[in-house]
C-alpha cells in the first residue's frame, strides 16, 4: 500500500511539471509529445525544474532573488539525496536524476548559469561560453541521459551536437529576446556587442556561427534513439524556423520586436516533421 501511495504521489508531481511545460511553453510542449511514452515524463519533469530555476532570476523582482535560488539549490540537492522531496517540481526531478544517473556537475552548472542572471555581467567569450553550457547545454545534456537509457557510449558519442543544439537554441532566444533583454533586464549577451549600435555585421557574425552550431545538430539529430527523434527534430524545425525568420529581418526589427512563429506554423512544422521522420527523410 505504502509504495501505491508514493506512486501516486509521484504521478501527480510528474502531472505538475507537465502542466508547467504546457502553460509556459507551446513549442517544447508540441516537441514532446512527438516523444514515444517513455520520454515524456522525465523530459516534463526536467523542463518543470528548469523552468523554475529561470522564473526566479527572471520574474521575482519584489523578492530576495538570491536567498530563493540558493534555497532552492539546497532544496535540490536535499531532494536528489533523500530521494524526496514536497516540492512536486523538484519530487519530479529527484526522480529523473536518480534513475538515469544525471551528473551533479550538470545541475551544478545549470544553477551557476542562472545565478549569473542575478548580477550585470559585461559577458566575454569565455564568460558567455560558460552562461550558454550551464543555461541551454547541459539541459540537452540532461535530456540526452534519458534518450541514452544508461547506454554511456551512446551518450558520448552524442555529447558534442547536443551541445551544439543547446547553444544555437540559446543563441536564437538571445536574438529573439534583445529588446526585452536589455529594456527590461539590462542584459546584452553578446561579447562586444552594444544593444544600441548593434548593426548588420554583427548580426552577420552572430547567425553564421549558429548556423554551424544547427549543422553540427542535426548530424546528431539523426542518430537518436527512434523513439527520441522526432520530438528533438520537432524542436529543431521550430528554432530553424525562427531562426530563418530573424535572418530575414532586419536590424531595426530585431530591436523593436520579439519575433516570433505562429502556432498554425508550429502546428504545420510538426506534422511535416512527422511525415519526414516516418519516410527515414531526416
Known amino acids: 500500500m505504502e509504495n501505491k501511495f508514493k506512486s501516486l504521489y509521484t504521478d501527480v508531481c510528474i502531472e505538475c511539471s507537465s502542466l508547467i511545460t504546457r502553460r509556459y511553453s507551446t513549442s517544447f510542449s508540441m516537441g514532446i ?12 519533469s526536467i523542463y518543470g525544474f528548469v523552468r523554475f530555476a529561470d522564473e526566479i532570476v527572471d520574474t521575482f523582482h519584489d523578492q530576495d532573488k538570491k536567498y530563493l535560488l540558493d534555497k532552492f539549490r539546497f532544496d535540490t540537492y536535499e531532494a536528489i539525496e533523500r530521494k524526496i522531496s514536497l ?4 519530487e519530479a526531478f529527484q526522480n529523473v536524476v536518480n534513475k538515469y544517473n544525471i551528473g551533479v556537475d550538470l545541475i551544478d552548472a545549470f544553477l551557476d548559469s542562472m545565478e549569473m542572471d542575478l548580477y550585470d555581467i ?6 558567455l561560453k560558460k552562461y550558454i553550457y550551464g543555461s541551454a547545454e547541459v539541459v540537452g545534456l540532461m535530456c540526452l541521459k534519458v534518450f541514452c537509457q544508461g547506454n554511456q557510449k551512446e551518450y558520448e558519442r552524442l555529447v558534442k551536437p547536443a551541445c551544439a543544439l543547446g547553444s544555437a537554441f540559446q543563441k536564437v532566444n538571445f536574438l529573439r529576446d534583445m529588446k526585452s533583454d536589455y529594456d527590461f533586464r539590462g542584459r546584452t549577451y553578446f561579447p562586444n556587442v552594444d544593444f ?14 549558429v548556423q554551424e552550431e544547427f549543422d553540427l545538430a542535426y548530424n546528431g539529430i539523426k542518430e537518436l534513439p527512434s523513439g527520441a527523434r522526432l520530438g528533438v527534430y520537432t524542436a529543431y524545425k521550430y528554432y530553424r524556423a525562427l531562426f530563418n525568420k530573424i535572418k530575414l529581418a532586419n ?13 498554425s506554423r508550429k502546428l504545420i ?12 527523410l531526416l
Open 122 to 127: 559585461d559577458f566575454d567569450e569565455p564568460l
Open 251 to 263: 536590424v531595426a526589427e530585431i530591436k523593436e520586436n520579439r519575433i516570433r512563429i505562429p502556432n
Open 196 to 209: 544600441l549600435t548593434f548593426s548588420s555585421s554583427d548580426k552577420i557574425i552572430i547567425e553564421r556561427v
Open 33 to 44: 509529445r512527438a516523444f514515444d511514452k517513455i520520454y515524456r515524463s522525465p523530459i516534463y
Open 269 to 280: 512544422l510538426l506534422g511535416s516533421s512527422a511525415l519526414k521522420n516516418r519516410l527515414n
Open 87 to 90: 516540492n512536486p517540481v523538484l
